[in-house]
């Protein structure tokens, strides 16, 4: 609130708690939640509001978006009966107008341009909002999608396919949508033939399944139904339950909710989990609630919410207006409900259901005050078994005056702070006009509050309003998030100087035993001049060992500066060869030592392509390693990675070709090497990437080509089998032999609004014992990381996921990944926690299960090294990652204490190359194929003695090709083979003192 009416509002507020004796709720942010932003008031007078706005829905996407829906009666196109728009998570309209054209003959030819949208035709053109009414707002808790279901009555007007359900009554309809509100399709309630019969459908709620189904149920008005279908006594409403896929064919026909074939009713009161649905709704008057499994087979009779709880309140609320029931997507339900205890006391009371039914947990939300009148309430759940409830309340207004409160608790039911108010703009206050009937989604960290208010600008007219809250996340050190530091923070090299503005490290593995990063500082004896090193270290631990990015092609390490043209120019890359036991690897560096002495003995760099005098261009070389000694050898001579081997032409400007790109090594131990090519030679009048395939020893095995126009900075991963590279938004995959495979896939496919540019913030990963290619990045116009997962050989999207919490954003628009060999992967991201002076590294590391192509985490944020501070100048960014199945490296750029004692202050000088070795949250051992080929590890063999018989049994079982058994009366033999190679067998023990016995291939 500003200042000058701050003295007001306390004169009031102290006023109203007087009067009261109430004890007035807080701000959010003091009590758990932080918002996001301040509240929006969705449909003002100046947009389209009709007056009478009401039965609103709200959920949230799996990429954050939040879809809000309502009911504002009005007249002809723009009566909108059934509406929904996007916003983003920061509470940004995300949906575009739309022109609106009926095909009703009523209103045929008619227009109307709005953001607030309804149905779709088959051809993806927007119908007007009056043909269904009641929306109900729902999210794919389980992958992408979200939707509106509504009471139509006219939609077979627009939508030609359903032409056969007018003149019938209303029935359930649900318009599916991509989180991006893209839309999908339709499917119904009932088939057409049975919302024929006389009486009109409601729609009672829908769900997306885990199956990937959708279920939608009805509020049945066709009561004769319940007498000749369902064999009841009596005619009257019922609830019905119809399981549909996305195309709208009929998986479980329609049945009824209910146990019995009795009077039941419903407005809103459906939730899933993992394993089925549960559906609220009123028995008689009681609120009763059943559950299905995902087939949509019940798996209860109608559980009495009052007994389960133990509370006459939970069951209050009858068909379901006033009262909230949802599912978490995972193991739970909450269901709140308002009453009057015995003594006569105001209560919201919340309970928690198992998703087999049994009471989880259960109480009154609003212990810390007093309630005196409050009206209607929802519940949202988390997958974490999270709830945040919201009700309208007095609480301080006077007159028609109410007010959102909320209250967010623990999945053990601890409160995570007091009650608040909702909106900044409707406080406890006698001034605050009317708000009520509120809904809550609750996903990840998330939170959006939407609710009916008078306060606007406009009091004659209710509009939507919409806050958006996140669970705060402070992220702690490895040792919080249940990691160990092998290796403590280690810069690879002190100059003297501050860094020249963009140094920053890149980082990669050789075998399971070395990790790589390159950096960047000074040649010897300069302060002013460029040079590229690579720090080798033990991937166990140990001692770091210092080498050198190029070798003269003497062999002998180079020191000298080797750039031309820029002295701050691009970081340098490097790769290793990730198989076990290999020791390849390659450096790649913008560079021009053709103008440098003792790099072009064999002319090279002269006689052909023209680099000009300070050219300078993407130079890569081989090398292999000794991982005891840490020491390398060069197996090739530096060469210009896309025009090395050109006899001709002049390169238009010093900057020739640039990392740029990337280098990787594929799953055939050769390397490829990807630069953002500037010499026109492949594209004439631009930019493109130019790839370059190399062996171990520098040869080239596939000439340099143009995988498309465009810049690109990183953006390359190898994955089994081969290689992908973004460019300017779209992805190009390789096979090993550089074949480019199918047609380039858009990373707009993901549905998710990633960077589209070169890609600095925006990374690709991988790893050559798995097919998945992951990209994370900041979502743009937001402050999420998230991941998107395709198939390298399908070149399908796998999956999409958050990779920072809800209540923990990034501050930077860069992002990078790296995987192992088992599909675990670790994104790290620049960050500015809360309280924090400066930008500090995140990271949190994931498993992607490939069988049910979800994403896992194994922690949560966490700041990864040592140098953290909130204070002191102490500032980490420009970071990579690297890992193996065992060990996570994560190296950055900025200013540390290098005795590693963050609270003394930073004392490095500016933009340091820094690192830290953490063990991995899950290690287990590496299976992908070792550098030879693959060889199988020796069986464990089990010996029992019963009955004077040995049962011999191996582990695997049976032996593994190659493998037989011997036995032998010492370990000297004579070794007697066994017929067969399979266990269990059977020796008897004989009158040996000994028998031994072995596996051995041969």
């Excluded at 060069?634 to 400007?653: E, F, I, M, V, Y």
Aim: include cysteine; hydrophobic fraction near 40%.
């Amino acid at each position: 609130m500003k200042p000058s009416k701050s003295l007001p509002f306390l004169t009031a507020a102290l006023l109203a708690s007087q009067v009261y004796g109430q004890a007035l709720p807080t701000k959010p942010e003091d009590n758990g939640v932080s918002p996001v932003g301040e509240t929006v008031y969705v449909n003002t007078s100046d947009i389209l509001n009709n007056g009478s706005t009401e039965s609103l829905g709200v959920a949230i996407g799996r990429n954050g978006n939040v879809m809000v829906g309502w009911e504002d009666d009005g007249s002809d196109l723009a009566d909108l009966e059934a509406v929904w728009t996007l916003f983003d998570r920061d509470s940004k309209p995300v949906t575009a107008e739309a022109t609106i054209t009926s095909v009703d003959p009523a209103f045929v030819g008619q227009t109307l341009t709005s953001r607030f949208l309804s149905y779709f035709r088959k051809d993806g053109s927007a119908i007007s909002g009056r043909t269904g009414w009641g929306p109900k707002i729902k999210s794919n808790l389980f992958g992408d999608g979200l939707g509106m279901g509504s009471t139509s009555f006219d939609l077979g007007l627009e939508v030609v396919e359903f032409a056969g359900y007018q003149d019938g009554g209303d029935w359930p309809a649900v318009q599916l949508l991509t989180d991006a509100g893209i839309p999908v399709g339709i499917v119904n309630g009932v088939p057409v033939e049975y919302g024929a019969r006389t009486g009109n459908i409601r729609i009672g709620d829908w769900e997306f399944l885990s199956t990937g189904n959708v279920v939608v149920i009805g509020e049945s008005r066709q009561g004769d139904d319940l007498v000749t279908l369902y064999k009841g006594d009596a005619a009257a409403n019922h609830v019905t339950v119809r399981v549909v896929d996305k195309t709208g064919k009929e998986i479980k026909a329609t049945q009824l909710a209910s146990a019995t074939a009795t009077k039941a009713e419903m407005w809103h009161g459906s939730g899933v989990t993992k394993s089925g649905f549960a559906v609220r709704f009123s028995d008689n008057g009681a609120g009763r609630v059943r559950l299905f499994d995902n087939a949509g087979t019940a798996v209860s009779t109608n559980i009495d919410l009052a007994a389960v709880s133990g509370n006459p309140i939970a069951g209050n609320g009858g068909r379901g207006d006033g009262v909230g029931f949802h599912g978490n997507g995972n193991d739970a339900y909450a269901s709140v409900a308002i009453g009057k205890d015995a003594a006569g006391k105001n209560h919201v009371w919340l309970t928690v259901l198992n998703a087999n039914g049994t009471l989880r947990w259960s109480k009154t939300v609003a212990d810390d005050m007093e309630l005196l009148a409050p009206g209607r309430c929802d519940v949202g759940m988390d997958s974490l078994g999270r709830v945040a409830v919201v009700f309208d309340e007095t609480a301080g207004a006077v007159g028609n005056g109410r007010i959102i409160l909320g209250r967010v608790f623990d999945a053990t039911g601890k409160a995570l702070g007091k009650t608040f108010y909702v909106s900044e703009k409707e406080l406890p206050a006698p001034e605050t006009l009317e708000s009520k009937n509120p809904r809550v989604a609750f996903r990840n960290d998330s939170i959006a509050v939407v609710w009916e208010s008078r306060n606007s600008g406009d009091p004659d007219k209710r509009v939507v309003a919409l806050r958006q809250f996140v669970i705060p996340v402070r992220p702690g050190s490895i040792e919080s998030a249940g990691l160990k530091r092998i290796v403590s923070d280690t810069a690879m090299i002190v100059p003297a100087a501050d860094a020249l503005g963009n140094w920053e490290p890149f980082a990669s593995v050789v075998g399971t035993s070395t990790f790589l990063i390159e950096g960047n500082t000074f040649a010897d004896g300069s302060t002013t001049e460029q040079r590229y090193v690579v720090a080798m270290q033990p991937a166990k631990g140990g001692a770091m060992k210092l080498g050198e990015a190029f070798f003269n092609d003497a062999g002998v390490p180079f020191k000298g500066a080797i750039n031309a043209s820029r002295q701050n120019g691009n970081p340098g890359r490097v790769a290793g060869d990730a198989r076990p036991g290999a020791v390849n690897f390659i450096t790649g560096i913008e560079a021009s030592p053709h103008v440098v002495e003792g790099f072009n003995s064999d002319k090279r760099f002269t006689g052909g392509f023209d680099r000009l005098g300070d050219g300078r261009y993407g130079t890569v070389q081989t090398f292999k390693l000794d991982p005891t000694a840490l020491t390398q050898t060069a197996l090739s001579k530096a060469q210009d990675s896309a025009n090395g081997r050109r006899a001709s032409g002049t390169a238009p400007g010093n900057q020739i070709s640039r990392f740029g790109g990337d280098v990787v090594c594929l799953s055939d131990g050769n390397f490829v090497s990807v630069v953002e090519d500037r010499s026109n030679q492949l594209r004439t009048d631009g930019n493109c990437a130019t790839a370059t395939i190399f062996s171990a020893d520098g040869k080239v095995v596939k000439e340099a080509f143009k995988v498309a126009d465009g810049d690109l900075w990183g953006n390359v991963a190898a994955f089994k089998g081969g290689f992908a590279v973004r460019v300017a938004g779209k992805f190009y995959f390789y096979n090993n032999a550089g074949e480019l495979q199918g047609e380039p896939v858009a990373q707009a496919t993901s549905g998710e609004n990633f960077d589209a540019g070169r890609g600095d913030g925006t990374r690709l990963g991988g790893h050559i014992n798995q097919p998945w290619v992951f990209l994370v990045g900041r979502v743009v116009g937001s402050s999420a990381i998230r991941v998107a997962i395709w198939d390298g050989t399908t070149r399908t999207l796998a999956a999409l996921a958050d990779v920072s919490e809800g209540g923990f954003r990034a501050d930077a628009d860069r992002a990078v990944v790296a995987a192992d060999g088992l599909g675990r992967f670790t994104v790290a991201w620049v960050s500015k926690p809360d309280g924090y002076e400066a930008q500090q590294v995140a990271a949190r590391v994931f498993e992607f299960e490939a069988a049910t192509k979800t994403v896992k985490p194994l922690t949560p944020s966490f700041l990864p090294f040592i140098n953290t501070s909130p204070v002191g100048g102490i500032r980490s960014v420009g970071m990579s990652v690297a890992m193996t199945t065992q060990q996570i490296l994560v190296a950055a750029k900025g200013e540390i204490n290098l005795q590693n004692k963050p609270d003394q202050g930073a004392n490095s000088t500016k933009e340091v190359n820094f690192y830290t070795v953490i063990s991995h949250p899950a290690p287990k051992d590496d299976p992908t194929p070792p550098v030879g080929g693959s060889s199988t590890t020796a069986p464990r063999i089990s010996v029992a003695l019963a009955n004077g018989q040995l049962t011999i049994t191996s582990d695997p079982q049976p032996l593994p090709a190659g493998f037989v058994l011997e036995v032998a009366p010492s370990l000297m033999g004579p070794w007697v083979l066994q017929p067969g190679a399979n266990t269990p067998i059977t020796l008897p023990l004989g009158t040996d003192s000994a028998r031994f016995l072995r596996a051995i291939k041969r």
